[in-house]
């Protein structure tokens, strides 16, 4: 898009035009550092002026109590910072002395809150990927970077800790092509590692940039920009000659440069990065130690230099509600508004905020907004945007912008809300199912109320959360994606809402299918005097492919069973499929076809024909070889060396299969695969065995049929404790 385009799209009113704007997110592995990054962001752009650290429960964007006391991010947060590049750098800078708003959201990275990145990620225009200079690539690594490449961010990687024994760049970026298959490419070099680490290379100016030996006043470190070390120069250069490769296999113009032997100056190699990261097909890498508040400065500039704006990425694309026609919404403040509802959150203060992203036109305060899912109008009385813990009213958002709104009602998260003669869908965010459960109660009479208020609100704002009641035994169930997800639910239950709770012990999300196919019938016939009932429905079942889900289809010819009676068989058999057959437990990848039956003029309705639909399904799934599924978890455990014995034993008795042990940094990594039902408890026993100093982690990998040597047991517990079934 040319600068004239540009300006046409652009409100006047507008202090940040959509090209200097960058929506962005922080997403990494737990503990690699993105909330202590996204702290030194804050306070280099002016947001903040004392550093909080996440040990000291003083960070902006952790603010939850919870997330102050564990260390760990649990909601993702919204934030809007600006920055300016100097203009005295020597540096080439692309926006030198010009100022941009950067919208920031700080991912959770444990894999219990993966629907905080989810949503992020729908919602952003690019990504920061941080990485630990000592682990590299880590298991929640993956996902997030799988996360950015469903919903096609463009992303650069910045790998931090350079400072922390074992620091190893070269490591981190060999993970990076060979874990994620990306086509990675250093723009920045460390100038040293571990306590000697002093600086970073810029491989495009070829320049180095060297920070002091400690704090200035309450200024953070300030950097010099220097002529390489002597003895860096050659790796530089090296560095250089092979970023310029790369770029030139995928870019036009560098690559007619290379060809004709004519210089690149820095500025046409720094657009010719920006372009392929928006396009994702380069990803440039950075590197610095947040914690010691070096490279941050140039990870700020990286971000404004190479990161899309709203202006560089394709258009939103949403379909006419009712209908498969695509409408793409451009980014424009002058056309009709549009925007995705992405997160919602009950604050103390303000009361339920609405996080959303602006797509086009404007918003204003007394506008009126429309749902199209609810179909419902409402008037916007507040808007404001998040900066952690502080919120800060505004007049007006624009097209690219992230903002929450106030006081609205009826809204879900991936909700659309728009102006009413735009009537479009935009795409929401998906989220995984829940792998486990506990029964909850209130303790007092009293508490019965607010707990169900407190759990309608968290199952609000959680997309993975989800509570219900057990009709064979009238218990409250809540389900979650772990142990510390139900654990932080309960605790906000308490703290919150003030709901004391007794808690059951967590229970598997097992799932049923089957091995083979096979046919079935169902006859529903009731007679006692006068008008009766009669239902009769005879189905095929067989296997679907993994992960493909249910298949329901209609087979019927000849009017066998009359067309107004279909949809009542088709109830019937989701109703069975979602109950279960053989332990009470939700049936998955399963092709259903109706295909015979038979109907009475006077006897039949929809609730026989429904009765026939659930018999039907039960009767063939008991011929067809049917199994029970089990969640696996896929996990990694980091241990030094003279626990992996113990610690390798422990998993094996946990059903457990090693899939690789490697070394790194002087530490063993064990991978495995692990059933979800061996895991309770894990995080003490591995205290335990290592005396503190193994770590693991785990993300949900698939389903696994459960042993014969463990399925009697299951069958046990499932009938003697509906309440556990989901």
Known sequence: MSPEDKKTVNSPNRQYPMERTRNIGIAAHIDAGKTTTTERILFYTGLIHKIGDVDDGNTVTDWMEQERERGITITSAAVTCFWTQKKEDPLVKSYAGIAHRINIIDTPGHVDFTAEVERSMRVLDG?????????????QSETVWRQATKYKVPRIAFVNKMDRTGANFENALSDMRKKLNAYAFPIFLPIGAEENFEGVIDVVSQKAIVWGPGDVANEGLRYEVKEIPERLREKSKAALAELIDAVSNKDDVIAELVLDEKPIEPHVLKAAIRRLTCKIELVPVLCGSAFKKKGVQPLLDAVVDYLPGPLDVPAAEGLEPGTENVVKVEADDNIKFCSLAFKLWTDPFAGKLVFFRVYSGQLKKGDTIYNPRTRRRERVSRLMV???????????????????????????????????????????????????????????????????????????????????TNEETGQLIIAGMGELHLEIIIDRLKREFKVEANVGAPQIAYRETITKSAEGEGKFIRQSGGRGQYGHACITLEPNEKGKGIEVLNKIVGGTIPKEYIPAVIDGVEEAIRGGVYAGYQVIDVKVAIVDGSFHEVDSNELAFKMAGIFALKDAFKKANPILLEPLMKVEVTTPDEYQGDLLGDINRRRGTIIG?????????????????????????????????????????TFEQVPNSVLTQILDTAKSKPAART
């Open 386 to 468: 998040i900066q952690g813990s502080e919120r800060k009213d505004i007049e007006q958002a624009y097209a690219g912008d992230i903002a929450a709104l106030v006081g609205l009602r009826n809204i879900t998260t991936g909700d659309t809300l728009c102006d009413e003669d735009f009537d479009v869908t935009l795409e929401p965010p998906t989220f995984p199912e829940p792998v486990i459960s506990m029964a909850v109660e209130p303790k007092t009479k009293a508490d019965r109320d607010k707990m169900s208020e407190g759990l309608q609100r968290l199952a609000e704002e959680d997309p993975t959360f989800r509570c219900f």
């Open 661 to 701: 042990i490697d070394a790194k940094a002087g530490q063993t990594i064990l991978n495995a695969h692990v059933p979800l039902a061996e895991m309770f408890g894990y995080a003490t026993a591995i205290r335990s065995l290592s005396k503190g100093r193994a770590s693991y982690s785990m993300e949900p990998l």
């Open 127 to 139: 990504a920061v990927a941080v990485f630990c200079g000592v682990a590299g690539v880590q298991p």
